[in-house]
């Protein structure tokens, strides 16, 4: 029997959206496998089995409405140990969540059925990550590119709302641009200009690329942030971390840098300011739990991630963490 041309690009997207679910499926099969075996949860991509011996996790708790949509972003608040700001990917209205540290939720004292605070002045495209400065100023990066071709990549820069607020001051919008990318899309084998990784030295700001090219992630460096008009980033040098990277967060000292894929923990350490991190001291940790987007310091030794498939918080030891010895970085890594 002959298929007509519009039935068979109808049969190819049920069968691309069949594909999608079949991995989200195994995805959770493989996470429900792992808590009923005992084993300590972890993450990997959908086809990969648990690592033999993946990072510790201790569950926190289930992200409560609204946070749990698609998580995408966390960080701790400098200015209140017991708050956590988190925020859902692309789909959702421009909100940030704020959290205790066990996972529960803050509410709104006007509206204590609306979850989260409503950023004025702000659109969610693809937000994919938060950072903050020691102000308390929050960054929020508008920075998701998955096709590569996005002529409006940006950040936001709002003040750090009440937590019991339903919505915040209006915020500052930063457009920025790649120094490098020339094509929108580029080229098959340059689909390197994705961002899903945002964190903080001082007042800079820096991003961590998410690569559909390769298994390298590339940093780059915004240091006078400029409202309204065009701020083009600083190439800086690249690492090759082996998947994905989805997620980063630097400590308030600015020497420790946690860098996230699916399927691994990076720490990057140095003893001054004037070290590249990727010269440092470097150990990482495989994992295994569905789809972690998300990552930030919680105190020394502690860390925290969230999982948006399992829809919830958890923590790790940094001291779990082991050394490694990583390949020569491509470029020259700059100061």
Known sequence: MR?????GTLSLRLLCVCQRWKECLVRFLLFVAVLLLGAPSSAAPPQSLPPADPLPLTFVARL??????????????????????????????????????NGSPYRSTARPDVPGVLIENATNVDWEDIATFDDGTLIVSDMGNNKNQRLDLGLYLVDEPDPTADRSTPAQRIPVRFPDQTEFPPPKNNLNFDCEALFTVGRTLHMLTKHRS???????????????????????????????????????AGKRLLMLTYQKVWLFERDDLETPFFQGRISARSFFLPQCEAICFSGDDTALLTDEIADSLFEFKLSELRPVTPGPPASTPQK
């Open 64 to 101: 409560p409405p609204g946070a749990a949509k698609e998580s995408s972003g966390i960080i701790q608040s400098r200015r209140r140990p017991d708050l956590l700001w988190t925020h859902n990917d692309s789909g959702d209205e421009p909100r940030l969540y704020p959290l205790h540290r």
């Open 3 to 7: 298929i007509s041309s519009k039935s």
């Open 214 to 252: 390769d298994s390298r992630t590339k940093l780059y460096r915004l240091d006078d942030p400029r409202p309204e008009q065009m701020n083009t980033l600083t190439y800086l040098a690249d690492f090759d971390a082996g998947g994905m990277v989805v997620a980063a967060d630097c400590d308030p």
